[in-house]
């Protein structure tokens, strides 16, 4: 007669002992998968942070993406899919393991879902950081807004699927729904669509100066509703991205020059060689100043107040911020240089000076 061991008397009761419906070996082998399968992939993911973040030491690459990638795994989600590869270990129903099935494939289209949304975000702030170019960096947010959502769409979709849902009846319930939708968010709609047009047709962009009817200021945020502006004065100017579509913009960031014309009113009395001589001394007096370019002077008009005398000149682009600065110097020297050659101003007329952008939407110096 054989004496059982005592282990042996344990394994007899654990394959004996049910709770509900499993044994209690079963349940005893399912909780140590259970933590073999999690400690694992935690540690997979751990050790896979170490290594990305010691390849990107050096400078912010690829690697650097993926470790901000895979710092938003979800330590629920692991266990979720730890625990339907555990119930592997019990006799579960078809329907059951089915169901858990389904569950882990959900689990892991959300997390799928999660290092998606996290890489585009790396990848955006990254871009943002390296380049100073405003008008790429506004596209590519816009493309990485975009690029979100249409993830976040197609996994839940895809997740929805898993669980047996009828997508098609779905999207079809949200197509009569978006319809509805729409009509009641006509002016919200309307932004959205005119931010992705200011976005993609670039009429301005981060950090050019703009004017809009009235109203002036430098391009500080795009937003998918408002545009926002810093004045000249100080105070946030807020304009709805449908109203800046449909308005007539002036934006002198990109003007390569800057002109300005400016009329004298000269006396009668001028002798006919001094008249003659204005434009020669109004010539030398603009080319002698390096921040302009000499475009015109002339005889003009004959009025009332006296003769008309015009001149014109274009600031350079590297100046064209500071054209208030070239302007005050050019008027002294011209006042002086006319003196200096007899050159005398009419006593009865004014001087009207035309120059962009005009003096309410001048520039901050």
């Known amino acids: 007669m054989m004496i059982p061991y005592p282990w042996h008397i344990e394994a007899e ?26 400690i694992g992939l935690k540690a997979a993911v751990h050790v896979s942070r170490k290594a990305l973040r010691m390849a990107s030491r050096h400078r912010i690459g690829l690697p650097a993406l993926l470790e901000r990638t895979v710092s938003k795994t979800s330590s629920w989600l692991l266990a979720t899919l730890a625990f339907v590869a555990a119930s592997e270990r019990l006799n579960l129903t078809s329907p059951t393991r089915t169901r858990l099935i389904d569950i882990g494939v959900t689990a892991l289209f959300i997390q799928l879902a999660l290092w998606g949304h996290a890489f585009i975000k790396a990848g955006t702030d990254h871009y943002r950081t390296k380049t100073g170019d405003g008008e790429r960096v506004t596209v590519v947010v816009a493309l990485g807004l975009i690029a979100t959502i249409l993830l976040w769409v197609i996994i839940t979709l895809a997740a929805l699927n898993n669980l047996g849902v009828n997508v098609t009846a779905l999207l079809a319930g949200f197509g009569v729904g978006g319809v509805a939708v729409a009509l009641a968010l006509q002016t919200t709609l309307a932004d959205f669509l005119a931010s992705l047009s200011i976005l993609f047709d670039k009429p301005f962009v981060l950090g ?44 002198y960031k990109r003007m390569r020059e800057r002109t300005l014309m400016f009329t004298l009113y000269l006396t009668y009395e001028n002798r006919h060689e001094t008249l003659a001589n204005a434009t020669r ?30 001149v ?24 002086r240089a006319f003196h200096d050659h007899g050159i005398e101003f009419s006593r009865q007329g004014t001087v009207h000076i035309q120059y962009a952008p005009p003096a309410a939407a001048k520039e901050p110096q």
Do not use: C
């Open 208 to 251: 050019d100066y703009i004017a809009i009817d009235t109203f002036a200021g430098t391009v500080e945020h795009i937003g998918l509703k408002t545009t926002h502006l810093h004045s000249a004065t100080g105070e946030q100017i807020i304009i709805a991205n449908s109203d800046l579509v449909k308005s007539r913009v002036r934006n």
């Open 281 to 310: 001394v109004a010539e030398d007096v603009i080319k002698s100043d390096g921040r302009v370019r000499f475009l015109r002077a002339y005889l003009k008009d004959y009025q009332p107040q006296g003769l008309v005398f015009e």
């Open 13 to 38: 009761r654990l394959t004996r002992d049910r709770f509900s419906g499993h044994s209690a070996l079963s349940w005893l082998t399912a909780t140590l998968l259970f933590m073999a399968v999690f």
């Open 312 to 335: 014109a000149y274009a600031v350079n682009e590297d100046h064209a911020e500071v054209y208030m600065d070239v302007q005050h110097a050019i008027n002294l020297a011209l006042f």
